[in-house]
């Protein structure tokens, strides 16, 4: 599989230089391949993302921080290709995740094999405000992970997101769309999936996971769709406000947090319990000035994995309730001032995980946007039982 990797990156290569001797390059973020046919029935275009981090972090020991341990990584290494074949009604996304982090979480249930595909979904424009998508992609949950990667306000997202987030899945989705006045729009959409997160290559473990989502935009369209990106790197000229809430059931669910985490194991196969996830967030813009809020709160039919014989697994699933907050301020030199707080707040009979409230100041310089720029930023984790973190990251983050 990573020989078949290779060999497919070095095409990629070979072509992108016979290509660049043949045509002007695209400008920088546009891709760093735009083809389209003679024909024009069909169009790519072929991008890259890095992400380099370094980060330490510190445990409080006798009333002061210590204990450092420290690390450089590549957060994020991702191959991507999106576009159009037959009709502009048609298009298509591909991502490829090229990182350790991205790759992680190989199992009997993905054959064995690293999980290189992040994205791979078609989604055909139906009928007017009526599209269809099929594949492996974001289902639609909260605000913050369906946000790119390459567009976050912070270096990274919040613990709200790690353990909240119904991610991908591999299914159908249906989206529409509609304007209730002028400017008022409402956008509708739903998903069904198969509920056991992406690459998975055995088949449907549990039951299906059904995702629904209802979001409101009452002073029309953000600019260059800014509802999905952190900061307000086009500094909106009018108010812009976006509402949403999402459900998701989950039914018969093999993993400790929906189609997220380990699957619960015992000694006569999965455990299974119906979980439910519940997303209520917003995003406020203005002249610079950005607002973003989530909640969540998940739920579960049968929180605890049992063996044969009624003793606990220790797997669980993670169940309670999640609050993020963030803001920031965009100066017109591309430097932005941002604070974050995060409450994680799980049902601690249940899970035996302690409470915790997360706050975060962070500092960011847009070179391009979010195609080029570096990050930082500052996190205090307090805990009520175990000991309190303090984390300090860094990051650069090229997108092409």
């Known amino acids: 599989m990573k020989l078949q990797l290779v060999l497919i990156l070095l095409c990629f290569s070979v072509f992108s230089v016979i290509y ?11 891709g760093l391949i735009n083809l389209k046919g003679k024909d024009s029935t069909w169009a790519m275009k072929v991008g890259f993302q890095l992400q380099f981090q ?11 921080f210590s204990d450092v341990e420290s690390n450089f990584l590549i957060r994020r290494a991702r191959l991507k290709l999106d576009g159009f074949a037959y009709s502009p009604k048609l298009t298509y996304k591909i991502a490829l995740g090229l990182s350790n982090r991205d790759m992680s979480g190989a199992s009997v ?14 989604k055909w424009n139906f009928y007017d ?45 249906l989206r529409h769309h509609f304007k209730f006045s002028e400017k008022f729009i409402v956008k509708e959409a739903f998903a069904l999936s198969q ?10 473990l549990g039951g299906f996971q059904y995702t629904s989502q209802l979001e ?29 809430i999402s459900y998701d059931f989950n039914n018969d669910a093999v993993k400790t947090r929906s189609n997220q985490g380990a699957y619960m194991v015992t000694d006569t196969g999965l455990h299974k319990s119906n979980i439910s996830t519940l997303v209520v967030d917003a995003m406020f813009k203005y002249q610079g000035l950005s607002f973003m809020g989530e909640y969540a709160h998940r739920t579960a039919s049968d929180p605890f994995a049992k063996n044969s014989d009624g003793s606990l697994t220790g797997d669980e699933v993670n169940i309670g309730k999640g609050l993020n907050l963030q ?10 001032v941002s604070a974050r707080f995060t409450n994680i707040a799980f049902d601690q009979v249940i899970t035996g995980r302690d409470l915790e409230n997360q706050y975060t100041l962070g500092v960011s310089r847009y070179i391009l946007g979010h195609k080029l720029k570096v990050q930082t930023d500052m996190s205090y984790l307090a805990m009520n039982t175990s000991s309190d973190q303090l984390m300090w990251r860094l990051q650069f983050a090229i997108d092409f």
């Open 20 to 30: 660049a001797q043949e045509t002007d390059a695209p400008k920088f973020g546009n």
């Open 54 to 64: 370094g980060m330490a972090q510190w445990e409080e020991q006798n009333s002061s």
């Open 109 to 122: 249930y993905t054959s064995n094999a690293p999980r290189y595909i992040l994205d791979a979904v078609m």
């Open 129 to 173: 405000n009526f599209e269809l998508w099929f594949g492996q992609t974001k289902l639609p949950g909260n605000r913050e992970h369906v946000i790119s990667s390459t567009n976050l306000q912070f270096v990274d997202r919040s613990l709200l997101d790690s353990n909240f987030t119904i991610d991908r899945d591999l299914g159908i989705q």
């Open 195 to 204: 509920g056991e997160g992406r690459n998975v290559t055995t088949g449907n």
């Open 216 to 244: 409101v935009l009452p002073f029309g369209e953000f600019t260059k769709k800014g509802d999905y990106v952190g900061g307000d790197v086009y500094r909106e000229s009018t108010p812009k406000l976006a509402l949403a």
């Open 327 to 336: 803001a920031g301020y965009l100066f017109v030199n591309n430097w932005e």
